[in-house]
Nanobody
């Protein structure tokens, strides 16, 4: 089992920045993928950014150049630095971890960007 706890969401004006954190605990030694997803009202959940155990990152086209995903292995924490936020980034952001065939989700954190 892996437990994920997100933090760092909030309300920000367009053009502003936020940093989300996802603290992992439990059977994390087998986690080989961690990602950030988001879900806006009436829309499907989508992958925003991901990072592998080797440190390789991947981003959705809509956030490339604005969001940065990183990890601190000593703290078992993954971050999502979000810059130049836009109203269309408004969503609930979820942390995700994959541990072999198992997938785990955090509780989500709300990000609201006002215009």
């Amino acid at each position: 089992q892996v437990q994920l706890v997100e933090s760092g969401g909030g309300l920000v004006q367009a053009g502003g920045s936020l940093r989300l954190s996802c603290a992992a605990s439990g059977s994390i030694f087998r986690v080989n993928f961690m990602g950030w997803y988001r879900q806006a009202p009436g829309k499907q959940r989508e992958l925003v950014a991901s990072i592998t155990s080797g440190g390789s990152t991947n981003y959705a086209d809509s956030v490339k150049g604005r969001f940065t995903c990183s990890r601190d292995n000593a703290k078992n924490t993954v971050y999502l630095q979000m810059n130049n936020l836009k109203p269309e980034d408004t969503a609930v952001y979820y942390c995700n971890a994959k541990n072999g065939a198992a997938t785990y989700w955090g509780q989500g954190t709300q990000v609201t960007v006002s215009s």
